[in-house]
C-alpha cells in the first residue's frame, strides 16, 4: 500500500556543522540524513508517471523506485537500485549539481523546493558502508584486457562496468592514490576521503588493478600498452592542466593556481601538522575566479587560518558559475566577496613574495559571444588589495602529454580529445577516452557517464573483433 504524499513544500533540512566552528576545521559541513529525516523526505515524492529526474540524470539512476524503497524503509534495497547504474553514489550525493539535473527536473520544485533526491542517495549509500552486508562477487574472466589511463570518475565507472562484464583491468593513474579530482581537487569538508576510498575499494573486489606513480605518454605510451596485451584503451585523464591570467607578477612567491593549492592541501594533506607539505598560510588571501573551484579554494585558504579571503570577480553574481550552494556556504564561512573587479597586477616585496593584488572595478556592458553581458574596465577605479597570497582559480584544460605522444589521437583547438558522442571512440582504433579530456573541466557525473558509455563501446568493439 502506498503511503500519502507528504506535501510539505520544503525539504527535510540537514543538519550541518555551525558556519563558526566548521571554518576552522576540515571536517565535513554537512552531516547527512538519519533513518526518520530520509524516510520522511522520501514521502514527498509523488512518483510521477514519465519520471522526469531520471531523464534528468546523466546516468539514468531509477530514482523514484530508490525513494519509494527508502520511503519503506528498505535501505538496502534502495542501495541495490541505485547501484544498478551508478557505482559512484556516496560521491554522487554529495557533489552533483543536482539543481541543474536530477532535482532541476523534478515537479516538486514547480511550487516548492524539490525532492532532495542527492541528501537521500547520500543517506542511502552512506548508510550501506556502515549496514551493508553483500559480499561483492568477482565475476567470471572472459579472457580479455582492457587499460584504463587515469582513475578519476571517469576511468573508474568505465573499468567497473568492464570488469563486471569478465574483463581484466588494470587502471593506470599518474599521481600516487586513485580518485582523481574527487581526491586531489574536492576538498576533505566537502567530500571525505575515505568515502571515496571506499567506493574504490569496491572496485578492486571486482577484480579492477590500480597503478599508480604511472604517467602514460612517460613512463609507458599507449601503443606499448597494446604492446603489452591489452586490447582497447580507455583515455579519463582529465583536465588538469590550469590557466593563468598573463598579468605581471604571477611568478612571484604566494601565487598558486587553485589545481596546485588544492593537491598541496588535499592529496598531500598539507593542513595536517603530521605531514611536512609545504603551503603558504597567509594572512590575507584573494582567489581569482567564480566557480566551484574558486569557492573551495577559498574555503580551504580559510580553513588554513586566514583572516581575510576575499573571492575577485569580474561579473556579478548572477554569473558566477559556481553552485547556489556553495556559493551560500562561502558567504556563511566569512568568504569575502569582490565582484565586478578584475586583477590586473600582481605586487611583490623585495624577496619576490605576494604583497598585494592590483585591481579595477568594472561594469557589465552588451552580452559576448557566450550570452553574458561583457565586463569593462571602469577608468579611474584601480586598486590595491593587501593580499599575500593570491589563487587562481580560472580554469583549465587537459594536459597535451596523451595527444602528443600517441599517434592518431585528434584534438580540438582547446586541446580536448575528439571523441563520438555516444561510443567515446577517438580518431584512433581500439582507444576510447571520456569525462574531462573530451569535454573540459565539467562535472563528476558526466565525466562517469562517459565511461560508462566507453565501457558498452569497448565491449561490442572487443566481442566483434
Ligand atoms: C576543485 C574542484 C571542485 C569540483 N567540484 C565539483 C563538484 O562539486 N561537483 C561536480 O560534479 N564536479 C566538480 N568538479 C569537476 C569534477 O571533479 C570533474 O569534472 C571530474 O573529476 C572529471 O573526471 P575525470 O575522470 O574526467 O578526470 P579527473 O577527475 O581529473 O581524473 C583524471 C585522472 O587522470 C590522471 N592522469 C592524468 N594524466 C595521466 C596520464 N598521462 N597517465 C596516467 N594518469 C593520468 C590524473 O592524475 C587524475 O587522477 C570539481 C573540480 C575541481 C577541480
Redesign the pocket.
Known sequence: MKTMANMSLEKVKMPEQDPNVRNKNFEEVALGYDEIMAMEEATRCLHCKNKPCVSGCPVNVRIPEFIEKVAAGDFAEAYRIITSTNALPAVCGR???QESQCEGKCVRGIKGEPVAIGRLERFVADWYMKNGTDKTEKPQSNGKKAAV???????LSCAGDLARKGYQVTI????HKA????VY??PEF?LPKKIVQKEIDKLSELGVTVETN????KVLSVDELFEMGYEAVFI?????LPSFLGIEGEGYIGVYS??EF?TRINLMKAYLDEYDTPIRHAKAVAVVGGG??AM?AARSAKRLGAEHVYIVYRRSEAEMPARAEEIHHAKEEGIEFLLLTNPTKVLGNENSEVCGLECVKMELGEPDDSGRRRPQPIKGSEFVLDVDSVIMAVGTSP?P??RTTTDGLEANRRGCLVADEETMKTTREGVYAG???VTG?????L?MGAGKKAAAAIDEYLQNK
Open positions: 557533489v552533483c549539481p589511463i587515469g582513475a578519476g570518475p571517469a576511468g593506470f593513474e599518474a599521481f580518485g582523481g579530482v574527487l581537487g574536492i566537502r604511472m604517467v602514460i605518454g579519463g585523464s582529465g583536465a588538469g587553485a589545481n588544492l566551484n573551484v573551495d594536459n602529454l596523451l569525462g574531462d579530456a573541466a565539467a562535472t563528476v557525473i565525466a
